[in-house]
């Protein structure tokens, strides 16, 4: 099963468990950037950590500080392998932006719409440059 998604912003493929969060979360207070850990104790995937992970993101809640908090995490290694969006976030995006002018290597995010994200929930995800998203064989 494969599925093409729209590339908000190229990175690297990558590949991993899917962690598919049930609710929004704020990057900023929400995801220790030193470890890559949810640290939101009302986030009901609190505990749970992103780094090496398909991330799947229902929305985010904004801080401007958003962006800063995913550089953090794809400059210490806890970023997750990808990340996979049900809209798109500029400020948010921005972290890989930068961390791409900063030749750091970043995931790729893409666009999918949620209705697809619990067909992925615990299963190793593959999200190939090309944006194709898929369950490896």
Same mark, same amino acid.
């Given at each position: 099963?494969?599925?093409?998604?729209?590339?908000?912003? $190229?990175?690297?493929?990558?590949?991993?468990?899917?962690?598919?969060?049930? @609710?929004?979360?704020?990057?900023?207070?929400?995801?220790?950037?030193?470890?890559?850990?949810?640290?939101?104790?009302?986030? $009901?995937?609190?505990?749970?950590?992103?780094?090496?992970?398909?991330?799947?993101?229902?929305?985010?809640?904004?801080?401007?500080?958003?962006?800063?908090?995913?550089?953090?995490?794809?400059?210490?290694?806890?970023?997750?392998?990808?990340?996979?969006?049900?809209?798109?976030?500029?400020?948010?995006?921005?972290?890989?932006?930068?961390?791409?002018?900063?030749?750091?290597?970043?995931?790729?995010?893409?666009?999918?719409?949620?209705?697809?994200?619990?067909?992925?929930?615990?299963?190793?995800? @593959?999200?190939?440059?090309?944006?194709?998203?898929?369950?490896?064989?």
């Amino acid at each position: 099963m494969s599925e093409r998604a729209e590339i908000l912003v $190229p990175g690297s493929s990558g590949e991993g468990e899917a962690l598919v969060l049930t @609710q929004p979360i704020s990057f900023w207070g929400g995801v220790d950037p030193k470890t890559g850990r949810i640290a939101d104790v009302r986030h $009901p995937e609190h505990g749970q950590c992103i780094a090496g992970r398909v991330l799947f993101l229902p929305g985010t809640i904004g801080s401007s500080s958003a962006s800063a908090v995913l550089l953090e995490l794809v400059h210490n290694g806890h970023a997750p392998a990808a990340l996979v969006l049900h809209e798109p976030d500029a400020i948010l995006l921005l972290g890989l932006i930068v961390a791409r002018e900063m030749a750091w290597q970043g995931p790729i995010a893409i666009r999918l719409d949620r209705s697809a994200f619990e067909k992925f929930e615990g299963r190793n995800v @593959q999200v190939a440059a090309n944006g194709t998203i898929s369950l490896p064989n």
